[in-house]
């Protein structure tokens, strides 16, 4: 089922590009070629050469969401009443150590077609059996990057090794669409010789790195006790941290260790559904955009998060801060839409998240006739840039074009049978269930 890209030609719609100069262009025109935008702009008199024309009438034009730290999920709705630490005790590291190849490829491709239908065009997915998933990925159309759960030896999980394997198979699969990063589950389970093995490999095959770092005070109390540092105190200490490095959560982060993330250049994806579900916190983002931290948003999973709609997420991004802090000038529209957009794509080193001549061209249209965008005036820009941030959701997004390719069309998926999805997900995830073992559960 997979589509060859074409020339795409967008024409008619109010076209947000997010460029430099946050240009807004109602009836304008968007252009591509390949996997590459070659046109933005006006309209009239523009149009040319063959190929494909998609009539943007009543609908607005931006680039694809980027989704910064994810986990495909297979249980959504399941045991997730309980606090961090106990839930991947009982019932997530059970369930990831239960996969195989077969199951992980259904739950991606599941949690892709969420993704996809929300206005996600590209996801960086830590989680296991990389295979499956590279190959979920390759088949639905989606951008990823993917890296495996890795953890010492004892616990069970991935390691190193994986991590060759996957990059030797997966990396730079779909003309590029697809590469592997190095990915660390979090501190509990890391010892110092693995982050600077991580490291060491990172450097060796030229990836990027994706790590757990700060989510709950608990991480941060077992990291003073086994090290006598703070969790990104260590990272540094190891060479983890970087201008190659996405950290997820950060919600506990000192003003050394936010120093830390500025001084090397990390990124950190805000992941603020996910914290407040699990009871973790609110993140100090105010702080760390002060500190000129790149900044994205993730989702984290839908097991701890119950939604893949980045819309939800970019909503909380701004809401949240201005409770907590009782500000109302944070979180201002444009700037997340930046982050759910730009930054994210900065952060993975895309040429993507704004809609400009020669970037990537992943680009979703929204259907303006959504309550959601009522009342509208279209040459106020600010109006759309708040229904955007606190009005609309995944349901809004009509169209999506991944890397050149048009992947949802009239909210319908090109690439897969996602009934067939659907169901086939709803089978791994019953088989995973009979594979589980939980520790310290009594035989059945």
């Not at 979920?136 to 190193?160: F, K, M, P, W, Y």
């Amino acid at each position: 089922m997979q589509q060859t890209a074409e020339r795409i030609t967008i024409e008619n719609g109010i076209v947000m590009t997010l460029n430099d100069n946050d240009d807004v262009i109602i009836g304008g025109m968007v252009v591509i070629e390949g996997n590459r935008i070659v046109y933005v702009g006006e309209g009239a008199g523009k149009k040319e050469g063959s190929g494909r024309t998609i009539d943007a009438s009543g609908k607005a034009v931006m680039p694809g969401l980027v989704d910064l730290h994810y986990h495909t999920a297979i249980g959504k709705g399941w045991s997730d009443h309980l606090p961090l630490w106990e839930y991947l005790d009982t019932y997530w590291y059970p369930a990831i150590r239960a996969l195989d190849d077969e199951t992980a490829y259904w739950a991606a491709l599941a949690s892709y077609c969420e993704s996809i239908r929300c206005g996600v065009t590209t996801v960086n997915d830590m989680y296991r059996r990389l295979l499956g998933l590279g190959r979920a990925a390759e088949e639905i159309g989606i951008r990823a990057v993917l890296s495996n759960d890795i953890a010492d030896d004892e616990h069970g999980l991935d390691t190193l090794e994986d991590t060759v394997e996957a990059h030797r198979a997966t990396h730079g699969a779909a003309g590029g669409r697809i590469e592997v990063a190095v990915g660390i589950e979090w501190l509990p389970l890391a010892s110092e010789q693995l982050l600077r093995d991580a490291r060491s490999l990172a450097d060796e095959l030229g990836i990027k790195f994706h790590i757990h770092l700060n989510e709950s005070m608990t991480e941060v109390e077992n990291s003073l006790e086994r090290f006598g540092r703070r969790p990104t105190e260590v990272a540094y200490d190891c060479g983890v941290l970087g201008p190659d490095c996405i950290a997820a959560h950060c919600v506990w982060l000192s003003d050394r260790e936010i120093g830390l993330m500025a001084e090397t250049g990390t990124h950190i994806s805000h992941n603020p559904g996910s914290n407040a579900k699990l009871g973790n916190g609110v993140a100090r983002l105010p702080e760390m955009l002060a500190a000129g931290i790149n900044l994205g948003l993730g989702h984290d999973a839908a097991e701890c998060n119950n939604s893949r709609d980045l819309f939800q997420t970019i909503k909380l991004a701004s809401i949240i801060h201005r409770a907590v802090r009782q500000d109302a000038s944070l979180g201002q529209p444009a700037d997340v839409l930046r982050m759910a957009t730009r930054n994210g794509a900065r952060a993975l080193g895309h040429d993507g998240g704004q809609l400009a001549p020669g970037r990537l061209a992943d680009v979703i249209l929204l259907d303006l006739s959504s309550p959601a965008f009522v009342p509208l005036l279209p040459e106020h820009a600010d109006q759309l840039y708040s229904h955007l941030v606190f009005a609309a959701d995944g349901g809004c997004v009509d169209t999506s074009i991944i890397d050149g390719r048009v992947v949802m069309e009239s909210r319908r998926l090109t690439t897969v049978d996602e009934e067939l999805v659907c169901a086939k997900a709803n089978e791994a995830f019953r088989a995973v269930l009979g594979r589980m073992v939980v520790p310290g559960a009594a035989a059945s």
